[in-house]
């Protein structure tokens, strides 16, 4: 029959890229500083930003702001904290600054990442 679905495993090569790839919620990772390691296409369309062009770059700096549009001050930001401390955190009606100028409100969530001793931070991000 040609309605039979396919049962993918999860050790399967590709799998995680497929699933990252194609999800609906923005996701990004930094490293330990804040800085961009990567981003999935949903992260691209909402932040209206090109991976490539996120590489490498501080995130806080790049987005954060606050509800004017003002740079919102590191001491100040929970994401850096919960970076900083290793620690889940989530936040509701941040805002950040897409690629095109625009404000976006956002709630967010985050989880440690760990590979080999190296610390990384996974964040799922989604508009408000």
Known sequence: MGDEVRWWSAAEPGFWVQVVGQLGTALIV?????????????????????????RGEDAHDLLHRDAHGGRIPREQ??????VAERAEARG???VCLRGDGRLIAISWSASPLTDDGARARASSVSSV
Not at 35 to 52: D, K, M, Q, S, Y
Not at 77 to 82: G, N, T
């Open 77 to 82: 930001c929970p994401l850096l904290r919960a």
């Open 30 to 54: 930094v490293d330990p500083a804040g800085r961009f390691l990567a981003v999935n296409p949903a992260a691209e369309r909402l932040l209206g930003r090109a991976a490539e062009a996120m």
């Open 92 to 94: 509701e009606g941040d």
